[in-house]
């Protein structure tokens, strides 16, 4: 098992350009989440996914998009970036939404918006 | 408003020595509490958990403690090993199962 991976690692951009953060869990888990942290803080929720087709906000949604199209992959659009997303980005998968459910984070995302 | 509170951004701890982590909440509703270590590079991994219906919970050398009446809860590491030097979060959820992190507290075990 790969468990949560992440792809990229690193990735710079200009104010204005989108992209797309890709997870992938391989543990045929239902629930999926991202989540965002910055110096200091912790990790904040953004976006999370019970179940293929289905997605709702976490605290802090504003300028991403999410879906999910498939139960192995959970991507993250940046639509116009903005220097405020500079952060690491965290995808996550558990069996269920219910905190008891232990959560698999992946590796991180680690974003320079400039 | 900070609703999980870590105070300590940083300890440092002797080898074969206690670690003691703090954590104050401020939401009467949470009802489960949870620790996750991260090493640098890498991401969160649980670490051990509480339900609100108990004061303390056990797992080899970590075990957490949960003081309702004040809204705290300690992590306990004994003893301390250098692989334990890490960031600790703390995080609780309440009825809606949505998870709270705390800033989390950078430990240092020293040789």
């Known amino acids: 098992n790969a468990g949560v991976t992440q792809t990229p690692k690193f990735q710079v951009l200009k104010t204005g350009q989108s992209m797309t953060l890709q997870c992938a869990q391989d543990?045929?888990?239902?629930?999926m989440s991202w989540y965002r942290q910055d110096p200091g803080m912790g990790l904040r929720l953004i976006h999370y996914s019970v179940g293929a087709g289905i997605t709702d906000q976490g605290e802090v949604p504003n300028g991403y998009n999410v879906s999910r199209s498939t139960t192995e992959d959970f991507p993250l659009r940046l639509l116009s970036a903005a220097p405020s997303q500079t952060s690491v980005y965290f995808c996550?998968?558990?069996?269920?939404?219910?905190?008891?459910?232990?959560?698999?984070f992946g590796p991180g995302t680690r974003l320079t918006v400039l | 408003d900070q609703q999980v509170k870590q105070n300590s951004p940083s300890l440092s701890v002797q080898e074969g020595r206690i670690s003691i982590l703090n954590c104050d909440y401020t939401?009467?509703?949470?009802?489960?509490f949870l620790w996750y270590k991260k090493y640098p590079a890498e991401g969160p991994t649980f670490l051990i958990s509480i339900s609100s219906i108990k004061d303390k919970n056990e797992d080899g050398r970590f075990t957490v403690f949960l003081n309702k009446s004040a809204k705290h809860l300690s992590l306990h590491i004994v003893p301390s090993q250098p692989g334990d030097s890490a960031v600790y979060f703390c995080?609780?959820?309440?009825?809606?199962?949505?998870?709270?992190f705390g800033k989390g507290t950078r430990l240092h075990i020293l040789p």
């Open positions: 939401n009467s509703m949470f009802d489960y």
């Open positions: 995080a609780a959820s309440a009825w809606d199962d949505k998870i709270i």
């Open positions: 543990m045929n888990h239902e629930y």
């Open positions: 996550a998968s558990s069996y269920g939404q219910g905190a008891t459910d232990t959560q698999y």
